[in-house]
């Protein structure tokens, strides 16, 4: 058994996750970071998977950080079906998952912690985003329940919900924000995404991890059961 205290960070690859791997890697933590290719989180037996290696590779597990995520910009009326199974599954689902399946490490970790990637949408709406939004308030729900079951065990669990980030995530939205909200796709950025932001800025994904790693951190042992906006002000509105 490794002497770190050890991470499960799923969506690995991706400018969040990547960000997130690389602030715990620098604090000390061992991090077994996860990605498609390792596992389909969106299945049962994907989110079983990776978090029996993750203790067969450590021996321990004293974090999750359930990242995994996509979005899907359309109408209600005009939402695929299937779109919404698979934000669900991912978004909420897997964070479920997730946590069940660590739970027991995290309890003999003595201070096991979740910190789920959320998003201000977990607060807050925007129209066309139906599926995301539903999940992550969603999520904010589990994470008060992990925080109030986990109490007794040594398990905190908390929502961190970040404003626009610059990732692949969001890059990949403006053209079909722009076909939703019928603007120019130059346009996307400062008239749709940044639009509710009081700071009209993109977060850095390094800001999202240091974030994290505090929650994670000796500083954070006694946030549990909230969620912790990087807004720009955004829900200030
Ligand atoms: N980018 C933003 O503006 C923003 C804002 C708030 C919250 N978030 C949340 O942050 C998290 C990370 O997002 P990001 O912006 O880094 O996105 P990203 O697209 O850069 O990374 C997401 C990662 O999740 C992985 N993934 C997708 N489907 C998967 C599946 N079925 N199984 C396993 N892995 C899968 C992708 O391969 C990708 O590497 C998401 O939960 C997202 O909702 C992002």
């Known amino acids: 058994m490794t002497e770190q205290r050890a991470a499960l960070v799923t969506g690995a690859r991706g400018g969040i996750g990547a960000a997130i791997v690389v602030r715990l890697e620098a604090d000390g933590w061992a991090v077994h970071g996860v990605d498609l290719e390792d ?32 979005q899907h910009v359309a109408p209600v009326w005009d939402f695929p079906e299937e779109q919404w199974d698979r934000l ?15 739970w027991e490490s995290l309890a003999t970790s003595g201070d096991g912690r979740i910190c789920v990637i959320a998003s201000a949408h977990a607060l807050t709406a925007s129209p066309f985003k139906a599926g995301y939004v539903s999940a992550k308030h969603g999520v904010l729900g589990l994470v008060k329940t992990l925080a109030l079951e986990g109490a007794g065990v040594g398990i905190s669990a908390t929502a961190v919900c970040p404003a626009y ?21 130059a346009r996307v950025l400062e008239d749709v995404i940044l639009e509710r932001q009081a700071v009209k800025r993109l977060l850095e994904p390094s800001e999202v991890a240091d974030v994290v790693a505090f929650l994670l951190g000796p500083g954070g042992r006694g946030i549990t059961g909230v969620p912790v906006p990087i807004d720009l002000g955004w829900t200030a509105r």
């Open 88 to 102: 669900i599954a991912l978004l909420l689902t897997s964070p479920f998952l997730l946590a069940r399946y660590a």
């Open 39 to 70: 596992a389909d989180l969106t299945r049962r037996e994907g989110n079983k998977l990776v978090v029996d290696q993750a203790i067969e590779r450590f021996g321990r597990l004293d974090a999750i950080v359930p990242n995994a995520g996509f």
């Open 165 to 185: 980030v610059r990732t692949p995530l969001v890059e990949a939205q403006i053209a079909d924000q722009a076909r939703a909200h019928g603007v120019e796709a």
